[in-house]
C-alpha cells in the first residue's frame, strides 16, 4: 500500500507562516492604549511598533516606547523624506507611523502591531493591503463621550471636534475586517477578543508560504 506522506514530504514542512500586520485603530477613548499594553504581554515576540508624535508627552509616558517625541520641523522632515508610512495632522498636533517601524520586522519575519487612527488605517491599508484590520469601539457613544470628558485634557471646543470625529470614525466600521467592544470594565473582554483575532488570522491557511 502506497505512504499518504508522499506530498507532506515533498513540502517544506512544518510550512512557514508570512509575517502579518495587525492595525487596532478606532476613536480617541476607546481604549487603544490600553488594549495594546495588555496585548505586549500576550505576544511578546510581536512588535509594536511606535508612532511619532510632536505632542509634549503626557505624565508616565516613555520615549521610545509610547511614541517617538519630535518637534514640529523633526517631523516635517521625516515626513518629506518620505520616512513615515502615514501620517496626519491630529488635533493640531502631527502623529505618523515611521516605516521602518513596520516593514523592517516584517521583513525579519515578525508580526506587527500598529496602532493608529481610522485616517491612518486606510493610508497603511493602501500601501499595505495584507494587514488585518481591527476596530476598537466604545459600547455607545455615551460612554465614550464620559471617557474623553474624564480625561479632563482639553478646553469644551476641542471635547466637541474630537466628539464629532469619534462620531464620524465610527461610520467607518464597515471598511474593518474586526470590530471589538471595549465597554467600560470590561477591559479584559476586549483584550482577550483581540488576541483571539490575532491566533486565528494566524491559522488561516492563506497566511502559510505553501
Given at each position: 500500500?502506497?505512504?499518504?506522506?508522499?506530498?507532506?514530504?515533498?513540502?517544506?514542512?512544518?510550512?512557514?507562516?508570512?509575517?502579518?500586520?495587525?492595525?487596532?485603530?478606532?476613536?480617541?477613548?476607546?481604549?487603544k492604549?490600553?488594549?495594546?499594553?495588555?496585548?505586549?504581554?500576550?505576544?511578546?515576540?510581536v512588535?509594536?511598533?511606535?508612532?511619532?508624535?510632536?505632542?509634549?508627552?503626557?505624565?508616565?509616558?516613555?520615549?521610545?516606547?509610547?511614541?517617538?517625541?519630535?518637534?514640529?520641523?523633526?517631523?516635517?522632515?521625516?515626513?518629506?523624506?518620505?520616512?513615515?508610512?502615514?501620517?496626519?495632522?491630529?488635533?493640531?498636533?502631527w502623529?505618523?507611523?515611521?516605516?521602518?517601524?513596520?516593514?523592517?520586522?516584517?521583513?525579519?519575519?515578525?508580526?506587527?502591531?500598529?496602532?493608529?487612527?481610522?485616517?491612518?488605517?486606510?493610508?497603511?491599508?493602501?500601501?499595505?493591503?495584507e494587514?488585518?484590520?481591527?476596530?476598537?469601539?466604545?459600547?455607545?457613544?455615551?460612554?465614550?463621550?464620559?471617557?474623553?470628558?474624564?480625561?479632563?485634557?482639553?478646553?469644551?471646543?476641542?471635547?466637541?471636534?474630537?466628539?464629532?470625529?469619534?462620531?464620524?470614525?465610527?461610520?467607518?466600521?464597515?471598511?474593518?475586517?474586526?470590530?471589538?467592544?471595549?465597554?467600560?470594565?470590561?477591559?479584559?473582554?476586549?483584550?482577550?477578543?483581540?488576541?483571539?483575532?490575532?491566533?486565528?488570522?494566524?491559522?488561516?491557511?492563506?497566511?502559510?508560504?505553501?
Amino acid at each position: 500500500m502506497a505512504s499518504g506522506l508522499g506530498a507532506a514530504e515533498a513540502l517544506d514542512w512544518p510550512p512557514r507562516r508570512k509575517p502579518l500586520l495587525f492595525i487596532l485603530s478606532g476613536p480617541s477613548g476607546a481604549g487603544k492604549d490600553s488594549v495594546r499594553e495588555r496585548l505586549r504581554a500576550e505576544f511578546p515576540e510581536v512588535h509594536f511598533a511606535v508612532t511619532a508624535a510632536t505632542r509634549a508627552p503626557r505624565p508616565g509616558e516613555v520615549e521610545g516606547y509610547d511614541y517617538f517625541f519630535h518637534s514640529v520641523d523633526e517631523f516635517l522632515a521625516m515626513r518629506d523624506a518620505g520616512e513615515l508610512l502615514e501620517h496626519a495632522a491630529v488635533y493640531a498636533d502631527w502623529k505618523g507611523t515611521p516605516r521602518s517601524q513596520v516593514v523592517g520586522p516584517l521583513a525579519r519575519g515578525q508580526d506587527v502591531i500598529v496602532r493608529v487612527d481610522v485616517q491612518g488605517t486606510e493610508t497603511i491599508r493602501t500601501a499595505l493591503p495584507e494587514a488585518v484590520t481591527i476596530f476598537l469601539a466604545p459600547a455607545s457613544l455615551a460612554e465614550l463621550e464620559a471617557r474623553l470628558r474624564g480625561r479632563g485634557t482639553e478646553d469644551e471646543e476641542s471635547f466637541r471636534i474630537r466628539l464629532a470625529t469619534a462620531r464620524a470614525e465610527m461610520a467607518q466600521i464597515p471598511r474593518f475586517d474586526y470590530i471589538v467592544l471595549n465597554a467600560d470594565g470590561a477591559l479584559e473582554r476586549a483584550v482577550a477578543e483581540t488576541a483571539a483575532i490575532i491566533r486565528a488570522e494566524r491559522c488561516r491557511v492563506a497566511r502559510l508560504a505553501l
